[in-house]
Each structure stands twice: as structure tokens, then as C-alpha cells.
């Protein structure tokens, strides 16, 4: 079993900065991907971004350029940084872990969520 951590949401003004942290532990024999997804009320969860063991990385559209995330793979850690916050941003964000948990098995994790408010 894999557990996932999350922290650093928060309410911050319109045009604020926030960074939010996972941490995974547990049965990892190997990790894939890390990411963050979000869902505001009443709409779907939607990309945020996600990154591979390798560094490559993928971002929703209304993302790029304001957000980053990186990741520690010693630690089995992904980090969020969100900048130029916009009223819009406000969700839950989902932290999630794409690992193999032994040679072959593939296994999807999430997270609890985290709340970010974006308001004045």
C-alpha cells in the first residue's frame, strides 16, 4: 500500500503565490509519475500537472506559465509551485502517484486533497 501526503493549501489574495507538497510512502519498488489534478465545485477534476522520474513534464493549459512543479526522487516527493493566483485556481488539489509497487505491477495512488482558496 502507498500513502500520499499533502500540504501547503491555503487561502491567499488574487495574484498570490503558493507551493504545495506529496510525499509518498509505502511499497514503492519503483515511481513512474507524480502529479497534481484539481476540482473546483461543481466541475470535474482537471490536470494540473504532472512530471516522470525523469523530469518530463506536462501542464494543463491555464497552468502554463504560472505554474511548476518539480519533484525529489529521493524522497518520492512532488512539489507544486503556483504563482499569479487567480480567483480561478480555487479547488481541491489532488496529489497523485503512478508506482510500481513490485516488478510489473502498476498502481495509481491519491491523495486526500488540499484546499486552495484564491480570494481578496
Known amino acids: 500500500q502507498v500513502q500520499l501526503v499533502e500540504s501547503g493549501g491555503g487561502l491567499v489574495q488574487p495574484g498570490g503565490s503558493l507551493r504545495l507538497s506529496c510525499a509518498a510512502s509505502g511499497s514503492i519498488f519503483s515511481s513512474i509519475a507524480m502529479g497534481w489534478h484539481r476540482q473546483a465545485p461543481g466541475r470535474e477534476r482537471e490536470l494540473v500537472a504532472t512530471i516522470t522520474s525523469g523530469g518530463s513534464t506536462t501542464y494543463g493549459d491555464s497552468m502554463k506559465g504560472r505554474f511548476t512543479i518539480s519533484r525529489d526522487n529521493a524522497k518520492n516527493s512532488v512539489y507544486l509551485q503556483m504563482n499569479s493566483l487567480k480567483p480561478e485556481d480555487t479547488a481541491v488539489y489532488y496529489c497523485?502517484?503512478?508506482?510500481?509497487?513490485?516488478?510489473?505491477?502498476?498502481?495509481?495512488?491519491w491523495g486526500l486533497g488540499t484546499q486552495v482558496t484564491v480570494s481578496s
Open positions: 497523485y502517484a503512478v508506482v510500481e509497487v513490485r516488478r510489473g505491477l502498476v498502481n495509481t495512488y
